[in-house]
């Protein structure tokens, strides 16, 4: 069984009847309790909540920043539909429109438009140029992440007009998936986390004609959030996690050894590659004590632009095939 057997499925009725959800139920209220019972479930769409939100600000900037990208989305379908049309009614071929890529993903995913749900951010500092520098002279990219998202918020997303009929029946289209670090942030076990990837990517297979690029989760190093989600995630003797590889690593080997083999057999080899970002970002530096790359990711969680960077050309090569 990899799921918990308790979760709290926000119904219509609540969803819509937010302004009951007064400021300390959402400082009060964690994501996972201390039995190991979690408030969103990482495979079913939910927006976010009082157990997903820290504060109330966190939950309504989060409803604009869905707008926002709805925005984009709707604008982008216009562009490129408005595109093909002018070329058909010229009499020429539209293969000269570069093909959709489809960004989704989290903070890291939302460090491309340089901002953390819609507000400007240091750490994104020259992140946004490289959508022209190394995207834009294959691919026509569209950022679709907000910051703080897992799973089920993405999934969620998805369903709720951030995908749209221009680019999800495009088959030149890819989408390219990084997802699932908040998960594992919040509390919930790595599996459990996979199989919210896993209903993520499936439903991009399921409805859309394009591939889908999956990116494996990235290194974390930052350690000193380990210790707001002991309890119920602890090591044997009841103290904090030492490390969240151990984390990171079980859930990238359920994703390459159980989701993708699944996904591959129903939907063919040829829609869905994985490719592994993280390794550039692994190892120690002199002074300091992260198993991450204080020159990449000074964070220990979010990449700077030297980082961005390498994320960027990887996902770059394996949408052109070179996922290696």
């Known amino acids: 069984v990899l799921f918990e057997p308790s979760y709290w499925v926000p119904?219509?009725?609540?969803?819509?009847?937010?302004?009951?959800w007064d400021a300390p139920l959402f400082e009060n209220t964690p994501f996972c309790d201390a039995s190991g019972k979690c408030g969103e479930r990482p495979?079913?769409?939910?927006?976010?909540?009082?157990?997903?939100?820290?504060?109330?600000?966190?939950?309504?900037?989060?409803?604009?920043?869905?707008?926002?990208?709805?925005?984009?989305?709707t604008k982008y379908e216009v562009r490129r539909h408005d595109a093909r049309r002018e070329a058909r009614r010229g009499g020429s071929s539209v293969d000269h429109l570069l093909p959709p890529l489809i960004l989704l993903g989290d903070s890291i995913t939302e460090s491309w438009l340089g901002t953390k749900e819609g507000q400007l951010i240091e750490r994104a500092t020259g992140i946004?140029?490289?959508?022209?520098?190394?995207?834009?002279?294959?691919?026509?990219?569209?950022?679709?992440?907000?910051?703080?998202?897992?799973?089920?918020?993405?999934?969620?997303?998805l369903q709720d007009r951030e995908l749209h009929p221009e680019y999800a029946h495009d088959k030149e289209a890819t989408f390219t998936v990084l997802i699932g670090t908040n998960n594992l942030g919040a509390g919930v076990l790595p599996k459990n986390a996979a199989?919210?990837?896993?209903?993520?990517?499936?439903?991009?297979?399921?409805?859309?004609?394009?591939?889908?690029?999956?990116?494996?989760?990235?290194?974390?190093?930052?350690?000193?959030?380990?210790?707001?989600?002991c309890k119920p995630r602890c090591e044997a003797d009841g103290s904090p996690l030492k490390s969240w590889m151990p984390s990171v690593d079980e859930m990238n080997s359920v994703i390459e050894k159980n989701v993708v083999p699944k996904l591959?057999?129903?939907?063919?080899?040829?829609?869905?590659?994985?490719?592994?970002?993280?390794?550039?970002?692994?190892?120690?530096?002199?002074?300091?004590?992260?198993?991450?790359?204080?020159?990449?990711?000074p964070d220990g969680l979010h990449p700077n632009v030297e980082g961005q960077t390498i994320l960027s050309q990887c996902i770059v090569n394996c949408a052109a095939g070179q996922c290696d």
Do not use: N
């Open 195 to 229: 199989m919210g990837v896993k209903a993520v990517v499936e439903y991009l297979l399921k409805h859309t004609k394009g591939k889908v690029v999956l990116v494996k989760v990235l290194p974390r190093g930052d350690v000193e959030k380990l210790s707001p989600i």
């Open 43 to 73: 495979d079913k769409p939910s927006p976010r909540t009082y157990y997903s939100s820290r504060q109330q600000t966190d939950y309504k900037q989060w409803i604009e920043m869905h707008d926002i990208l709805r925005g984009s989305a």
């Open 128 to 157: 946004p140029f490289l959508l022209h520098q190394l995207f834009e002279p294959h691919f026509d990219p569209l950022v679709l992440g907000i910051s703080g998202d897992q799973t089920q918020h993405l999934l969620y997303r």
């Open 264 to 297: 591959t057999r129903k939907f063919g080899k040829k829609r869905l590659s994985l490719v592994d970002c993280g390794k550039e970002f692994l190892g120690s530096e002199d002074g300091s004590s992260r198993e991450t790359k204080d020159s990449l990711m």
């Open 11 to 20: 119904s219509p009725s609540a969803l819509l009847d937010s302004s009951s």
